[in-house]
């Protein structure tokens, strides 16, 4: 499942543009959302790309880190 119909401008390299997408689709598969509406796509799409303007560019942290984000907000 690729992230970049997500992206909405964002620019990236080749390498990061493919990391960002094993991340998007580990965390795709975690949550279960691979059948889920583009909203709840997009919102996994928007924290890693956040993340990646950030600096990180590990696709195993940047899922973990959106898994513990939206973990967080369903307390």
Not at 40 to 45: L, T
Request: proline share 5%; with cysteine; charged share 30%.
């Amino acid at each position: 499942m690729p992230i970049t119909p997500f992206l909405n401008g964002a620019r990236f390299d080749p390498e990061t543009k493919r990391v960002l997408g094993v991340a998007f689709e580990m965390t795709c598969i975690a949550l279960r959302a691979e059948g889920s509406d583009d909203l709840v796509k997009q919102a996994i799409a928007t924290k890693i790309i956040d993340l990646a303007r950030a600096g990180e560019r590990n696709p195993d942290l940047l899922c973990e880190q959106v898994l513990k984000d939206i973990r967080g907000q369903e307390v």
